[in-house]
């Protein structure tokens, strides 16, 4: 499809939830439209970062793409949590650890070794290994929270101190690997002069703006929609967090990855995934924990020991299958069918 063309579904789309927002009482169908609706603006938001960031150079434009990419999410859970929906808040960020570690990484593993003489994907084992490291200093912190909440010891008593505070040390150690991983010339993004998304810097910017005031609207519409809209569907709040809106939200990754490892080009590929797992494990969590502190109703790590067991088996599954900078298809599928099985099991929830 033509970019104008999903330009304009993407608008038709936002206005249309507007409509059934404001104008009708099908909580479902406004449900379902301002999913698709943010699907777009997570497009939108993409083509507008990478024209941007063609003014700064690659490095800061993987940055830029990680964490603009994640705006939707970032309003989806904002929203969330002073509707009271907690459990929505904290099951669509590790929604968009698990699409983007497991079912993402996994289609682009199986896409890429089909671009190989002998079937195998070939990377950069760094950024794998960087990442890895990340995601499991946040499963720790997760796993410990996690054990104490259980055992109901006398630190479970203080659990949104802990996160705060752990939310400061994840920020801080992400902020030392950025500076680092920025420095070394390794961060390796897309060519912006040869995407066919390019746009002028100045048209870019306006499109930046505009695609996040409506991720901004129809995230509150969304939000509004959810209580009546998944009493009516008969699906949980945590599949609903996990699957919907992870993948809704995380639009971006799931099409640039794909498609880039598809064409060949697996360090480009591995790095647009790679750079969102980072950014939601250590760098947006630990963000909207602390901004929850301004809420009635507070995000934690602590999470129930079936995802607590789900995220930390996830970053060992994906420091083992990428962390040698290779990968066979078979690898790939496996951890589509981590990701499958994890749904299904939330689905019943």
Do not use: C
Not at 48 to 59: K, L, W
Not at 97 to 122: C, W, Y
Not at 161 to 188: D, F, P
């Amino acid at each position: 499809m033509k970019r104008p063309l999903l330009y304009a579904l993407t608008l038709a789309l936002t206005a249309l939830a507007g409509v059934l927002h404001y104008a009708t009482s099908s909580a479902v169908a406004t449900f379902l439209v301002s999913g698709l609706a943010l699907a777009g603006l997570a497009w939108v938001v993409g083509v507008g970062t990478e024209s941007v960031g063609a003014r700064f150079g690659p490095a800061i434009t993987g940055v830029l793409q990680s964490t603009l990419g994640n705006l939707p999410e970032l309003f989806i859970v904002l929203f969330a949590l002073a509707a009271g929906e907690t459990v929505v808040a904290q099951t669509s960020l590790l929604g968009s650890l698990f699409a983007n570690g497991l079912l993402v990484l996994g289609l682009a593993i199986v896409a890429g070794s089909q671009n190989t003489a002998d079937g195998v994907m070939r990377f950069s084992a760094r950024l794998p290994n960087d990442t890895a490291v990340l995601l499991l200093l946040a499963s720790f912190l997760i796993v410990i929270l996690g054990v104490s909440d259980q055992m109901g010891d006398r630190a479970s008593r203080h659990e949104v101190a802990i996160s705060a505070a752990g939310a400061v040390v994840l920020l801080v150690i992400y902020g030392a690997w950025l500076w680092s991983y920025l420095r070394s010339g390794e961060a390796v993004e897309p060519s912006l002069e040869s995407s066919p998304h390019h746009l002028p810097f100045t048209r870019a910017l306006l499109l930046l703006a505009a695609a996040g005031v409506g991720a901004a609207l129809v995230s509150d519409w969304f939000v509004d929609a959810l209580d009546p809209a998944v009493e009516k569907l008969g699906i949980s709040k945590a599949f609903t967090g996990l699957v919907i809106v992870a993948i809704a939200g995380n639009a971006v990754e799931n099409v640039v990855g794909i498609s880039l490892a598809a064409k060949g080009e697996a360090d480009l590929a591995i790095s647009v995934v790679k750079n969102s797992v980072a950014q939601v494990a250590v760098f947006l969590y630990p963000v909207l924990v602390l901004l929850s502190l301004f809420f009635a109703h507070r995000l934690t790590f602590v999470v129930n020991p079936v995802l607590t067991s789900a995220v930390a088996l996830a970053a060992i599954s994906i420091w083992a299958i990428t962390g040698d900078g290779r990968a066979l298809a078979f690898e790939g599928l496996a951890l589509v069918g981590f990701y499958a099985i994890l749904a299904t099991l939330v689905w019943f929830e």
